[in-house]
């Protein structure tokens, strides 16, 4: 919505609205929720698979062709890098190197945006991604890999560490959330699009002391699920055991 107003004031343009375009999530809960609350026409169930021309629609089983979208976001995984995981010291550069759950994840996600050339993608994972490894000789982070991905695609990316707790969430969690834009670096620079997007983020501070309730737990969400709209995905959630959470 502030993005929205931001375009309708800058570009003169106040019929400018935001359409669904589809939607992606593997918890079969929340699918539902996302069913039931937004009525999507698309739902894919696995961010991996968006690395492919055509996916599978949840919804009618159907294989499709994802529509372009002017603003993508995704929460790729943190599986591999989360401090629950005690195989994250084994992680590091997993992005890098693509393996594990956050490693696979992103790649599809990159896949998809370098593809679709969105305008806008935000992308959201924990503060380890800032982690700094060896790597040929030199110290690096997973956030300059994915740097060093968009520029080469010729897009900018802007990164911003925000406590949760004053963005409106009822928990506090510092979160990475990266903006990537469809634009190169030199230009991104001489339009000064960093200070007017921090601008945008200072502007939608919220109480800390006043939680939106907006904001559901996974209880929540799952209490207001009707039973004709619980439908599992075709693959059962894996055990935190497994290779892919190692």
């Known amino acids: 919505e502030t993005i929205v107003a931001h375009w309708q004031e800058a570009y003169n343009a106040p019929h400018t609205v935001v ?28 961010v991996r698979q968006l690395s492919k021309t055509r996916v599978c629609n949840m919804l009618d089983g159907k294989m499709i062709r994802l529509p372009w979208s002017g603003i993508i976001g995704i929460g790729f995984s943190c599986t591999s890098i989360t ?4 195989h ?20 599809g996600a990159q896949e998809i945006i370098g593809r679709q050339r969105n305008k806008i993608t935000f992308l959201e994972n924990l503060d380890a991604l800032k982690t ?25 990316m802007l ?33 000064k699009v960093e200070a007017k997007f921090l601008e945008i983020l200072n502007s939608l501070k919220l109480d800390p002391s006043k939680p939106e309730d907006f904001f559901l737990t996974e209880e929540q969400i799952a209490s207001v699920l009707s039973p004709s709209v619980r439908f599992a995905p075709s693959k059962t959630k894996k055990a935190k055991q497994d290779e892919n959470w190692k």
């Open 88 to 107: 994250r010291k084994n992680n590091k550069g997993c992005v890098r190197r693509k393996i594990g759950e956050t490693g696979e994840t992103f790649d």
């Open 19 to 46: 359409e669904q375009g589809f939607k992606c999530e593997i918890d079969a809960d929340r699918v539902a929720f996302m069913v039931e609350q937004h009525d999507p026409d698309i739902v894919t169930e696995d």
């Open 159 to 191: 990164h911003r560490s925000m406590e949760s707790l004053i963005h409106g969430a009822p928990h506090s969690l510092n979160r990475l959330w990266m903006v990537i834009l469809d634009m190169p670096t030199w230009k991104a620079k001489a339009l």
């Open 83 to 86: 401090a629950e995981n005690n």
């Open 132 to 156: 700094m490894y060896a790597w040929d000789g030199e110290m690096s982070s997973d956030l300059d890999y994915i740097r060093e991905v968009f520029e080469a695609k010729g897009m900018t």
